[in-house]
């Protein structure tokens, strides 16, 4: 597809991930927005724990971070032989792939390079290390190229006007536009994004510390609401159109994203709002047939417990799933990097792959 904006015409932030010889760079999310702060990991254990604490969060940018990190242990493991460089590279390869287990891209990028690195095990050394390295970058290069072309599809689907967006599925979220991001950033500069509802988005804010953030440092519109908010500006006929991120768009069309997107799914439906989620095919996993086959992470207790660091409630029992399922029927579109998917969707995602082999 013809994209009309370059990466750089649309956002004015750097990359979330990155790799330099013997590190992984990161901007901290957690500390986001008091302070913005870039992280240097050199070792396989920081990465990992970078990922689990949410430092670096969001599917694709999840998925960007793993690569960098068997990147990494490529560069700069000392073993001599293939075969102590191999069990090494295994063990990193396990500790990377038990961080999180909702968003696909992270086993979708660890696989990808597992297989280059298995499919090359008769060549020397120094060039498997190579071919990691080289990959890795490969996959966050192609993420911002399939972030560009979201961007411009989603565009050219979602309605003018006053757009809902919950978490945040932005260039923090990615390596730089962000799948809601790019959609966002495009239908800025076009004209047609009148103004951005952002909803804070507990237990973690994702919403109001990094959406808000990120989006009003590029210049977009917005304005912050609670998330019990949402439900009564739709009713008040301010929002034409929501679009939301994915952790893992199934085989028929069901998909995990922050807990809370499913609530806001239903709502939009009784208003006859249409409902987007905007993702690149590595988030799209068709090994799974329906969203009742997802792994769900729960996270700590204490996050629903505190808020900004402050204890906001007492000594409880908490439930703290991090992510839920929406159920295709509630779904307008997916914006994928090769075009906007419709319902049937079982149908229509088969077909979308099979164009792409
Ligand atoms: O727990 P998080 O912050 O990693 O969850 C992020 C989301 O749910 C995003 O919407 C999703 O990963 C898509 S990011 C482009």
Redesign the pocket.
Known sequence: METRYRPEELTRLPRSVAYEKGRVVMIDQTLLPAEFRTIELRTVDEVASAIVT?KV????A?GAAAAFGLALYADTAKAKDRDGFMEGFYSAYEKLKNT?PT?VNLFWALNRIRKLVEENLESPLEEIRRLVVEEAHRIADEDVEANLRIGHYGAGALPEGNLLTH???GSL??VQL???GAVLRVMHRDGTLKLLWVDETRP?L?GARLSAWEYSYDGIPLKLISDDAAGFVMAQGKVDGII????RIVANGDFA??IGTYSLAVLAKEHGIPFFTA?PLSTIDMELKSGKEIPIEERPGEEVLTCGGCKIAPDVDVYNP??DVTPHKYLTGIITDRGVVYPPFERNLKKLFREGE
């Open positions: 949410m969060r969001g599917a694709p999840i999180r968003a978490c945040n599925a979220a990615t962000g799948t809601v973690v994702q939301v991120g994915a952790d994203n922050k993702a991090a992510f």
